[in-house]
């Protein structure tokens, strides 16, 4: 083997030393040994830090320093493979230990050390120290591709499982830091659900090596990961431990998860998807889910290898064809509606979507398509269009697409069109009586029976619910008036139907072109103006269209835009009427009548605006403001001391439908704390037969707040005594009509006895109203009417203007 030579470095603070001990190596091979010399500590931690030397001979006492400093440094910085021996003069045992603890490399004593043994001490310190560098630089190395793997990898203790060692990708991947894996076991970074599995594998396979499987793991922040796993053992410091390398195959999992979630979304879509290869001739198929199968009734090898257009049939639109074929022609998105035949030869209607697929490269792959079987959709489509324009029961035309046949009509120059609007009496009571069933049967029946006295079905249509609108083109007045008596002698045929037996009859209005407008909705309105106005008559007439309903039109546009801001502009008020005990004329209460004044029209008349009200649906609206300032003046008069009375509020039939009414009433007496007893709610005969049943829940529940009732303008409407056994009311109102002619009319008087003694029967009070003067209050006195109300006693004035005729305790 050939001499290493070796540099030598002497720290000793006496140069005879150093003179001693380059002679005791002069004996050697020239070469092998070059001695240099610093007398100072400093000066050898110098020439230590710049590794100018392969060993340092340190004396242990350097003047005022030690020579165990420099080995203590040389330890400290990582020096080891630079050994330093220690010199002393004299033997010492503690010295020596000292020395070694330190991590010298050797202890010599100056006087029992020769050239050879001083050679053999310098060469067999500086092979250790090779030695040991090789093995910290394998060491390092081994650490650098440790750490520097891209995948994450630990070392565990196969006892305690405890992380022993981690690169850098593992605290990166899972995102915990060093000193928190240290205190894990890698028990720690699996899912509950592995426990069971590992602590298996553990005791199975868990000390083989090389693939150990497919792991779900744990990051920090409670994130997945899935890792193929290997491992090998090995031996770490004395103790068996297992080094892992983890391959994060989350993406991949979750690719192959997506790409076997899209490839049962295609097998299992309701929709038809076919894929054809145009890299191939004639652009086959090469794959068709099972909804193509069922949709066109083509197994998949049946259609596999066919171009598309196999399925086609003459009736798809060429145009549709161009598009499609210039989509494929430039490989784009399209999609159009072909006409398919299925394998048993029967028609489908087909929304086609082709995509092309282009791979990494944007070259043309694949293309696939989408089918949509629109067939259903089409039959539905249509029954709509039929629905959407004709009514489900009589068959007939909607009145919109009537309107614009009527519309045509009147575009041509010089045209006489007639508007009927027909309007079935009493309708309502079929339906609540008989079911809707026999209502719609009737309906039917009575649309049969009208088309052909208007010329046509094509020239009638149902407007809504039990009214029917007809034109007649070319007609003239005389002519409309033939044709609506002949639809009223049709409409008054007996109806026959299993079990029953009904007899209608029909109201009646008539417009005309151009006398009342040239539009169909001018024509149409007024119509319905003429056929209420025929209601009014008696009903089972014919009215047609007059100058004075033009004004009442002209009225209804006009004030009824006005007063629907009128509440909100404050522009209601109310007036009281007294009502006075007949016998001594006490006032018994007052009656609350709206009264509307209008900046811009001025006091417009109650029976101008309240019939308006009515057409609107107003009259709910104007009936809360009413009840609610009837209530607050009750208050405003209860604060002043005054007691002992009633005001009546008067419910339309619209508001009495409501039902919130009840609820109504119940907070606007909490809201005024006026007691209920002092609120008389008036009705009348009309409202009460409107959905009896209903009318009857609410008046209970408004008896139960405590509120009295009264049935106003009595025998004038129904006037049967049925419903007055039915209805819980308290008080009947002679109508002023019956009042008007008294004493003098025996008719009159009669009447009125009447009523006042059957009221009595069923212990109900009697008021009149309507009384002018002191001879029909007379008369009324003397049959036994209980209250009187009308001009003689007072007319309806403002609340400030009461207190005069106010009774004062």
């Known amino acids: 083997m050939r001499p290493i030579h070796l540099r030598v470095l002497v720290v000793d603070d006496d140069e005879e030393d150093f003179l001693i001990l380059r002679d005791l190596l002069a004996d050697f091979p020239a070469g092998q040994f070059t001695l240099d010399w610093v007398p100072t500590l400093q000066q050898g931690i110098v020439a230590l830090r710049a590794a100018s030397y392969d060993v340092y001979l340190v004396d242990y006492l350097l003047g005022p320093d030690n020579g165990l400093d420099l080995v203590r440094l040389a330890v400290a910085e990582g020096s080891a493979h630079r050994p330093v021996i220690m010199l002393t003069g004299q033997g010492n045992d503690e010295v020596d230990r000292e020395a070694l603890d330190a991590?010298?490399?050797?202890?010599?004593?100056?006087?029992?050390?020769?050239?050879?043994?001083?050679?053999?001490?310098?060469?067999?310190?500086a092979e250790r120290a090779r030695q040991v560098g090789e093995l910290d630089e394998a060491r390092q190395r081994y650490q650098k591709l440790f750490n520097r793997n891209p995948f994450p990898a630990w070392v565990y203790d196969t006892q305690t499982l405890r992380f022993v060692a981690v690169n850098d990708a593992m605290v990166a991947n899972y995102g915990y830091s060093r000193d928190e894996l240290a205190m894990m076991t890698i028990a720690d970074i699996r899912s509950p659900a592995e426990a069971d599995r590992l602590r298996e594998y553990l005791s199975g396979r868990g000390g083989h090596d090389g693939f150990a499987g497919v792991w779900q793991h744990l990051r920090k922040d409670g994130g997945t990961l899935w890792v193929e796993v290997t491992s090998h053992s090995l031996v770490l410091d004395g103790r068996p431990c297992r080094q892992v390398i983890a391959n994060d195959i989350s993406a991949r999992r979750t690719a192959e998860e997506r790409l076997l979630l899209l490839e049962r979304a295609v097998e299992s879509s309701i929709n038809g998807i076919v894929i054809t290869d145009p890299r191939q001739p004639d652009n086959p198929i090469v794959y068709v889910n099972p909804a193509f199968e069922e949709m066109t009734g083509y197994p998949a090898a049946e259609a596999v290898g066919k171009n598309c257009r196999f399925l086609q049939d003459e009736a798809?639109?060429?145009?549709?064809?161009?598009?499609?074929?210039?989509?494929?022609?430039?490989?784009?998105?399209?999609?159009?509606?072909?006409?398919?035949?299925?394998?048993?030869?029967?028609?489908?209607?087909?929304?086609?979507?082709?995509?092309?697929?282009?791979?990494?490269?944007?070259?043309?792959?694949?293309?696939?398509?989408?089918?949509?079987?629109?067939?259903?959709?089409?039959?539905?489509?249509?029954?709509?269009?039929?629905?959407?324009?004709?009514?489900?029961v009589t068959g007939l035309q909607r009145f919109p697409v009537l309107e614009a046949t009527l519309g045509d009509l009147l575009a041509e120059e010089g045209s006489e069109v007639s508007v009927l609007f027909i309007d079935i009496d009493h309708f309502h009571a079929i339906n609540e009586s008989m079911g809707h069933l026999i209502g719609d049967e009737a309906l039917e029946v009575l649309a049969a029976r009208i088309g052909p006295e208007v010329g046509g079905r094509g020239f009638l249509s149902r407007f809504a619910g039990d009214e029917f609108v007809a034109i007649a083109p070319g007609v003239d007045s005389a002519g409309a008036m033939d044709m609506a008596r002949r639809v009223r002698t049709a409409v008054a045929q007996p109806i026959e139907g299993d079990g029953y037996k009904l007899f209608l009859t029909a109201s009646i209005g008539i417009s005309r072109s151009p006398e009342h407008g040239d539009s169909g909705m001018?024509?149409?309105?007024?119509?319905?103006?003429?056929?209420?106005?025929?209601?009014?008559?008696?009903?089972?007439?014919?009215?047609?269209?007059?100058?004075?309903?033009?004004?009442?039109?002209?009225?209804?546009?006009?004030?009824?835009?006005?007063?629907?801001?009128?509440?909100?502009?404050?522009?209601?008020?109310?007036?009281?009427?007294?009502?006075?005990?007949?016998?001594?004329?006490?006032?018994?209460?007052?009656?609350?009548?709206?009264?509307?004044?209008?900046?811009?029209?001025?006091?417009?008349?109650?029976?101008?605006?309240?019939?308006?009200?009515?057409?609107?649906?107003?009259?709910?609206?104007?009936?809360?403001?009413?009840?609610?300032?009837?209530?607050?003046?009750?208050?405003?008069?209860?604060?002043?001391?005054?007691?002992?009375?009633?005001?009546?509020?008067?419910?339309?039939?619209q508001q009495l439908q409501r039902p919130d009414i009840v609820e109504q009433v119940r907070e606007a007496l909490a809201r005024h704390g006026v007691p209920a007893t002092m609120l008389e709610i008036e009705l009348t005969e009309s409202s009460l037969m409107e959905n009896v049943e209903r009318v009857q829940g609410r008046l209970a529940e408004l008896k139960a707040l405590g509120v009295s009732l009264s049935l106003d303008d009595f025998g004038t409407g129904y006037s049967s005594l049925s419903y007055l056994r039915e209805f819980s009311l308290d008080k009947l109102k002679i109508d002023r009509?019956?009042?008007?002619?008294?004493?003098?009319?025996?008719?009159?008087?009669?009447?009125?006895?009447?009523i006042v003694a059957m009221a009595h029967q069923l212990r109900m009070r009697v008021a009149a109203e309507g009384v002018e003067n002191e001879a029909q209050a007379g008369f009324l006195r003397q049959i036994g009417c209980d209250e009187l109300q009308g001009f003689h006693f007072g007319r309806p004035v403002p609340a400030d203007e009461i207190d005069r005729k106010f009774p004062r305790d």
């Open 316 to 392: 798809t639109s060429e145009a549709e064809v161009d598009i499609m074929r210039a989509a494929l022609r430039e490989q784009r998105d399209c999609n159009v509606i072909v006409s398919n035949r299925r394998k048993d030869g029967s028609h489908f209607w087909n929304h086609l979507f082709i995509s092309p697929v282009l791979d990494e490269h944007g070259q043309l792959v694949n293309y696939v398509g989408v089918q949509n079987d629109l067939t259903e959709r089409h039959r539905v489509e249509a029954e709509l269009a039929y629905t959407a324009s004709h009514d489900a």
């Open 522 to 653: 001018e024509l149409l309105r007024r119509a319905e103006a003429a056929m209420t106005r025929a209601k009014r008559q008696g009903r089972d007439s014919i009215c047609e269209f007059s100058a004075t309903q033009m004004q009442e039109l002209e009225d209804r546009l006009v004030l009824g835009a006005r007063l629907r801001e009128a509440i909100a502009r404050d522009e209601l008020s109310l007036h009281y009427q007294p009502q006075l005990a007949a016998t001594d004329l006490r006032i018994t209460g007052f009656e609350a009548l709206v009264r509307w004044t209008s900046p811009d029209l001025g006091p417009v008349p109650p029976g101008r605006f309240i019939p308006i009200a009515e057409s609107l649906g107003l009259m709910p609206e104007v009936g809360l403001w009413v009840l609610n300032e009837a209530c607050r003046q009750l208050r405003a008069w209860r604060d002043q001391g005054r007691d002992g009375f009633t005001v009546a509020v008067n419910f339309s039939a």
């Open 103 to 125: 991590g010298a490399a050797d202890y010599l004593i100056k006087g029992n050390i020769d050239g050879e043994k001083l050679a053999r001490s310098l060469r067999y310190a």
């Open 737 to 754: 009509s019956f009042v008007r002619d008294l004493p003098e009319s025996t008719d009159d008087a009669v009447i009125a006895r009447t």
